[in-house]
Antibody, heavy 124, light 109 residues
Framework: QVQLQQSGPGLVKPSQTLSVTCAISGDSVSSNSVTWNWIRQSPSRGLEWLGRTYYRSKWYRDYALSLESRITINPDTSKNQFSLQLSSVTPEDTAVYFC??????????????WGQGTLVTVSS | SSELTQDPAVSVALGQTVRITCQGDSLTTYSATWYQQKPGQAPVVVIFGKKSRPAGIPDRFSGSSLGNTASLTITGAQAEDEADYYCGSRVSSGNRPWVFGGGTKLTVL
């Protein structure tokens, strides 16, 4: 059974960088059949896909266009985990952040395993 | 704003049947996935690939799709089915390749 365990601070000051880590058990961050994603949820924006990393002979990263200048997602093969960094945060970035695995096949992909969620509040 | 549209709230009497719908242009190309989310928890897949159920999901949950509309049907709703339900799908263009509906809050009366 795949399990995703998130860790990271719950409070970040405006203009600083938000960091959350997702530790994977039961699968490998280097798997060549799934992708590793970050999704956030807030009352104003609902569920919002942020970006992903995945390995297909080399590492790839894709980000939501609106966040491209501020977001970084990195794999860590030594710890079998991946991380999210979001810089220059504002109160609008306050949300519950989830990591999730994407699996499936062409035209039928889905997020099958999710982390427990990390509430990150941006406030001074 | 979501590219998938859901009714904000639906209610159903205990033991009755309810259908939750999701509309969006992407659904003519890509399958909808349905997620159930209870307060304080992460979403859980109840239907993927339009109508497949993961192991452990009761068979009272079923999915269907027609044109740009996907539907989640709960036949014989139980008290434990009270939750928020979200549809999700791949999209071909836009800001992000994966989108979710705004969610439907299901109340079991």
């Amino acid at each position: 059974q795949v399990q995703l365990q998130q860790s990271g601070p719950g409070l970040v000051k405006p203009s600083q960088t938000l960091s959350v880590t997702c530790a994977i058990s039961g699968d490998s961050v280097s798997s060549n059949s799934v992708t590793w994603n970050w999704i956030r949820q807030s009352p104003s924006r609902g569920l919002e896909w942020l970006g992903r990393t995945y390995y297909r002979s080399k590492w790839y990263r894709d980000y939501a266009l609106s966040l491209e200048s501020r977001i970084t997602i990195n794999p860590d093969t030594s710890k079998n985990q991946f991380s999210l960094q979001l810089s220059s945060v504002t109160p609008e970035d306050t949300a519950v952040y989830f990591c999730a695995r994407l699996t499936g096949e062409v035209a039928a992909y889905y997020f099958d395993f999710w982390g427990q969620g990390t509430l990150v509040t941006v406030s001074s | 704003s979501s590219e998938l549209t859901q009714d904000p709230a639906v209610s159903v009497a205990l033991g009755q049947t309810v259908r939750i719908t999701c509309q969006g242009d992407s659904l003519t190309t890509y399958s909808a996935t349905w997620y159930q989310q209870k307060p304080g928890q992460a979403p859980v897949v109840v239907i993927f690939g339009k109508k497949s159920r993961p192991a452990g999901i009761p068979d009272r949950f079923s999915g269907s799709s027609l044109g740009n509309t996907a539907s989640l049907t709960i036949t014989g709703a139980q008290a434990e089915d009270e939750a928020d339900y979200y549809c999700g799908s791949r999209v071909s263009s836009g800001n992000r390749p994966w989108v979710f509906g705004g969610g439907t809050k299901l109340t079991v009366l």
